[in-house]
């Protein structure tokens, strides 16, 4: 018989589905199980201690509930905070998302990127590590937005959003002093290449975005390489923490991501 075993994709909200996607890609005939835990959202303005006691908790929930085969932690935050404590609470192999400084680095000519992340991403010191590694002869700077998870989040909801706003995100970064020899951007978190397009138009000038999503798909075919799969796709289950009257908004777009069926943990 077919191993009918998900692959649990797991968010503070749906920036997570840009991890998702690429996954779905590699995989296509994956089980999914999308876990978004709104009712902690957003992680990027909770405290290091909130999201290091929250994010396993959940976890070890989720995993008992849908039984997966792996986990992704399809958040920047969450992973640069909880991943280790994650891994060590659960049997199973747990893929974390980083931001994306090394294939940045390799792309700019000027040797100046930006990291543009959640406020707890942005200021953890697994940033300065991957920096130092694979970026130390660039200027790398660094600017958290809430703002901007919030608009991908009204962007999934149907809503309509200001290119405004995108400018001043931007302008966070290219108007600090080097900002201007930025070439190549970090989304280092997993809402931001939802909006990637919207960010893209609001440049001042031509920049390269770049994230983990497909490096973390490609990691997810690796640890899976061998195993069974379903002959066709399943429906896939989006699962939130809380009942909200605003997730009936969101059902399209996640029925664009093959996520049919919605629960609540």
């Avoid at 935050?77 to 049997?91: H, W």
């Avoid at 390799?106 to 990127?113: C, K, P």
């Avoid at 707890?120 to 700077?141: H, I, K, M, N």
């Avoid at 397009?197 to 999503?213: H, K, M, N, Q, W």
Wanted: proline share 8%; aromatic share 6%.
């Amino acid at each position: 018989m077919a191993d009918q075993r998900p692959l649990l994709f797991f968010d503070s909200g749906v920036g997570g589905l840009s991890v998702l996607a690429p996954a779905r890609a590699l995989l296509p005939n994956a089980p999914l199980v999308y876990a978004a835990d709104n009712a902690g959202f957003p992680y990027g303005r909770k405290t290091e201690a909130e999201i290091a006691a929250r994010v396993p908790a959940l976890l070890g929930r989720l995993v008992e509930r849908y039984r997966p085969r792996l986990v992704v932690i399809a958040c920047n935050t969450a992973s640069t905070i909880a991943l280790p404590t994650v891994r060590a609470a659960l049997d199973l192999p747990v893929v974390g998302t980083v931001p994306a400084i090394k294939p940045a680095a390799e792309l700019s000519r000027n040797r100046a990127i930006g990291v543009l992340g959640t406020e707890a991403t942005v200021r953890q010191p697994y940033v300065d590590r991957l920096s130092a590694e694979f970026a130390s002869d660039c200027l790398v700077l660094r600017h958290g937005s809430a703002r901007l998870v919030e608009l991908a989040e009204a962007k999934l909801r149907g809503e309509d959003t200001d290119p405004a706003d995108y400018r001043a995100v931007l302008a966070g970064l290219l108007d600090q002093p080097g900002g201007e020899r930025i070439d190549a951007m970090v989304l280092a978190c997993t809402h931001f290449p939802l909006v990637a397009d919207e960010l893209a138009a609001a440049a001042p000038r031509p920049l390269a975005f770049v994230d983990g999503g497909p490096g973390i798909a490609r990691r997810i075919a690796h640890l899976t390489h061998g195993q069974g799969w379903p002959d066709a796709p399943g429906e896939g289950i989006a699962v939130f923490t809380r009942a909200d009257p605003s997730l009936d908004r969101l059902r399209s777009s996640l029925a664009g991501y093959e996520l049919g069926r919605t629960e609540i943990l």
